[in-house]
């Protein structure tokens, strides 16, 4: 199975963790499960490329983390989605909808070419 760029995984992760927070709080490992899960295995994060991408959304005031502890469970650092987050979450969409049409219109002139 191809990897998947690092440019390309660089230029969505922000994107891709706002979104798996929309659902609900959660902390890095659900997120690092959900990925994988989302891309059927072929896109797995490690703690090394993730926390610091939660680091700088977090100075970004993307998102807030805060401690959960649970009766019997170690304490865990959540992560929740905040305003600015929100409105990056929408200006992305928008960005990446615009990408994929270009692409798709390159692709699709491409293919009836042939």
């Known amino acids: 199975m191809r990897k998947i760029p690092k440019e390309l995984m660089g230029a969505s992760s922000i994107p891709i963790i706002l979104s798996i927070l929309q659902d609900d709080d ?8 959900r990925l994988k899960e ?3 295995g072929r896109i797995v994060w490690k703690e090394g490329s993730l926390y610091p991408v939660l680091k700088k959304m977090e100075s970004l005031k993307y998102i807030k983390s805060y401690w959960n502890v649970k009766q019997f469970d170690r ?4 992560y929740k989605v905040l305003a600015q987050g929100n409105v990056a979450l929408e200006e992305s969409k928008e960005d990446w909808a615009l990408m994929q049409n270009i692409l798709e219109g390159l692709w699709t002139a491409q293919t009836s070419s042939i």
């Open 75 to 78: 304490p865990r650092k959540y």
């Open 26 to 33: 959660t902390y890095g490992y659900e997120i690092m499960k």
């Open 38 to 40: 989302l891309s059927g």
